[in-house]
Structure formats: structure tokens, C-alpha cells
């Protein structure tokens, strides 16, 4: 019985003491968060990364596609045409008679009254923003405007200003 209660009290001691044997220090609890978060944050911002490139490199192409499709219906389809007002009509148009909608009475058992609009939202997924990539090497001619007291900054690009307005052409259009 006595080597029982010796065995029982050294385990006891064994269990309440083991915890100092396998606890860590609230600094290295600190520290193997801040590691698991910096793994985290970098892992999630090289696959956004990743992400954004591939994105931004899709729409590049989509866009390089329509503005070649564009340029080639100005080149096939472009025209310079005579503007005549002579088929215009003075007045504007109207009906004959003017049309009369029936009127809708109500009985007791109806009731008037107008439906709301059901608005739902949710958050979509976020993507970067993307835009055109454009090319920085054509010169630039700033337009500084101010309009009610606020300075505005409007950058052009210069071939803008040397595009012919009176007769517009394809080639004019598309490669500007």
C-alpha cells in the first residue's frame, strides 16, 4: 500500500510538472504566429501577383485583338460622306391620334398599392485593377484647365493634336 501511494504521488508530480516540460513561452507563441502569417502574406501575394500578371497579359491580347478588328473595319469600311439636312423633317413626328389607355377601377377586394424594388448585393470578386497597357514612348502635351477654382491636368498624346479634323480618314482613326 505504501509503494502504491509513492507511485500514485510521483505520477501526480510527473503529470502537474510535465506541462513546464512541454509549454512554450509567449514569445515563442509570438514568434510561430508572426512566421505562420509572413508564410501566409507571401504565398497569397505571389499568387496574386501571379494572377494579376496573367490577367493584365489576357486583356493585353483581348485588347490587341479588337483594336486590330477595328482598324481593319475602318480600313475596309471607312468612308468620307456628303451631310445633307434636305430629308430631314421640320416638325417632329407624331401620332394621328393620340391614343387612349383604359382605365382600371378598383373593386373592394383589391388592393392598391406599388411593389419596391428588391435591391440584393453582395460582394464580388475583387480583381486588380486593369487597364490598357500603354506605351510611354510618344510625346505628351498637358492641357492645364481650371474650372470652378480646380486646377485640371488633362495629358494628350501629341499626334493628337496633328490629326486632321476636316478630313478624317481610316488611317487617321486607327492609328492614333
Not at 113 to 129: A, D, I, L, R
Request: charged share 30%; proline share 4%; net charge negative.
Amino acid at each position: 500500500m505504501n509503494h502504491f501511494r509513492i507511485l500514485s504521488i510521483s505520477l501526480l508530480i510527473l503529470v502537474f510538472s510535465s506541462h513546464c516540460i512541454f509549454s512554450q513561452t509567449f514569445e515563442d507563441f509570438k514568434k510561430q504566429v508572426s512566421d505562420k502569417h509572413n508564410t501566409f502574406d507571401k504565398e497569397t501575394s505571389e499568387k496574386f501577383e501571379t494572377f494579376k500578371r496573367e490577367t493584365q497579359q489576357r486583356f493585353d491580347n483581348f485588347v490587341a485583338e479588337i483594336d486590330k478588328e477595328f482598324s481593319d473595319y475602318l480600313v475596309e469600311n471607312f468612308g468620307v460622306y456628303e451631310i445633307s439636312h434636305d430629308n430631314l423633317k421640320k416638325e417632329a413626328l407624331k401620332p394621328e391620334t393620340i391614343p387612349i389607355a383604359e382605365e382600371i377601377e378598383l373593386s373592394s377586394d383589391m388592393l392598391d398599392y406599388v411593389v419596391n424594388e428588391v435591391v440584393v448585393t453582395y460582394q464580388g470578386p475583387v480583381f486588380p485593377g486593369i487597364k490598357k497597357t500603354e506605351s510611354s514612348d510618344f510625346e505628351i502635351n498637358r492641357i492645364d484647365v481650371h474650372f470652378l477654382g480646380w486646377p485640371l491636368y488633362f495629358d494628350l498624346d501629341k499626334a493628337f493634336f496633328n490629326m486632321d479634323p476636316i478630313s478624317p480618314s481610316a488611317e487617321n482613326i486607327s492609328s492614333f
